[in-house]
Structures are given as C-alpha cells and as structure tokens.
T-cell receptor, first 114, second 111 residues
Framework: EPEVTQTPSHQVTQMGQEVILRCVPISNHLYFYWYRQILGQKVEFLVSFYNNEISEKSEIFDDQFSVERPDGSNFTLKIRSTKLEDSAMYFC????????????FGSGTRLTVV | RKEVEQDPGPFNVPEGATVAFNCTYSNSASQSFFWYRQDCRKEPKLLMSVYSSGNEDGRFTAQLNRASQYISLLIRDSKLSDSATYLCVVGSLTGANNLFFGTGTRLTVIP
C-alpha cells in the first residue's frame, strides 16, 4: 500500500534554531498538507499546497513557517526560529484530488524544542 | 466555538461490550464526515466515512444527523485491539479540503 514518508521521526532542536521537516507524498498525489498535534491536544491544520503554491493556511501558520516542494518528490515544512511552543507532532498528508478519497497521513515527525 | 466537539472520555469497557461515541460539529456547510483512529503517538488512520444514510463496517456503525449536526460511532463486541483514541473529523470543500479534528475520545478495552 502506498504511504506518505516523513523524516526524521524525531528531531530535537534548540530554541531559535531553524528546522526543516521532510515529507515524501504518495507519488501520484497532487494535494499536500501539514498538520500538527501538540501533546494531549487535537490535530490542527497548518497549510495545504497545490500546484506549487499554498492553497490555504491556518492562523497557526505565521511568518515563521514556510513550505516548499523543492523537487518532484519532497514536500518540506520549515520553521525559521523555533519556539518552545512549536514542540509537537507534525503530520504530512497527501491526497490525489480535491476531496477526501485517498487522503493519507504520514507517520509524523516529533519535534522537541529545548 | 470549537469546530468539532466530542465526548470527553475516557471510556474503559470490558471485552465484548458495546460502546458509543458522539460528536457535534459547528459548521453547517461541512460536507464530509469521518471517524479516524489514532494509536498512541501514531498518525490518524481512517476508520470509516460517515454518510447520512448510516453505514456499517463489520462491528462498527456510523451515523450522521445533518439537522442536528451530530455524528456517532458504535462499536459492538469490543476487542482488546480496539483500544485507541477515536477522532471525529469533519471536512468542508469551501476551503482547500483541510480536515477539522475533534480532540478525540480514548477507549480502553479491558480483558
């Protein structure tokens, strides 16, 4: 079964440092997403990406966040200057079309900011 | 106001029991409804979509009431492997097909 791959599985970084979280979506998918889940809280939408541009972003996705699809396979989330409150599980997802069929989550990257 | 609200839980039930989870959503323009399952520190995984006519998948039955903006999940004959957090999830295509998650209800099935 095709899967969304995320690396690393766990990242520890110092406050103020930049981090890049990487995702390889399913190969024929066209829509890409980032979600985050702070420990003990709900999964929250951050951003969606289609046709090489951001489709929608939430209030959480402020200027310290950016996304990029640098090549034909990777989809990255960059956090420029990490804060303690950025500590969370970050999930990448992809879907083949607009809509819900085939919407698939990756196994996540646990980001710990110290 | 929360987009999606769920039973607070946790639910601790014996093997073989029937358990029901409820959920309400605030956006009447929501178009798609799902139950996801999330194991500890893992990604959410789709359990089933929810349709107005109701739908069943083995021991799992989901119902949607659009008028009340209410979604339910019934698990019959609970197994130990059903222990997980169950997430009520709502989608709206007025946005860019992002999903709105409830906080989840934790289920523990006890031997």
């Amino acid at each position: 079964e095709p899967e969304v791959t995320q690396t690393p599985s766990h990242q520890v970084t110092q406050m103020g440092q930049e981090v890049i979280l990487r995702c390889v979506p399913i190969s024929n998918h066209l829509y890409f997403y980032w979600y985050r889940q702070i420990l003990g809280q709900k999964v929250e939408f951050l951003v969606s990406f289609y046709n090489n541009e951001i489709s929608e972003k939430s209030e959480i996705f402020d200027d310290q966040f950016s996304v990029e699809r640098p090549d034909g396979s990777n989809f990255t989330l960059k956090i420029r200057s990490t804060k303690l409150e950025d500590s969370a599980m970050y999930f990448c997802a992809s879907s083949p079309t607009r809509g819900w069929y085939g919407y698939t989550f990756g196994s996540g990257t646990r980001l710990t900011v110290v | 106001r929360k987009e999606v609200e769920q039973d607070p839980g946790p639910f601790n039930v014996p093997e073989g029991a029937t358990v029901a989870f409820n959920c309400t959503y605030s956006n009447s323009a929501s178009q798609s409804f799902f139950w996801y399952r999330q194991d500890c520190r893992k990604e959410p995984k789709l359990l089933m979509s929810v349709y107005s006519s109701g739908n069943e998948d083995g021991r799992f039955t989901a119902q949607l009431n659009r008028a009340s903006q209410y979604i339910s999940l019934l698990i019959r004959d609970s197994k130990l492997s059903d222990s997980a957090t169950y997430l009520c999830v709502v989608g709206s295509l007025t946005g860019a097909n992002n999903l709105f998650f409830g906080t989840g209800t934790r289920l523990t099935v006890i031997p």
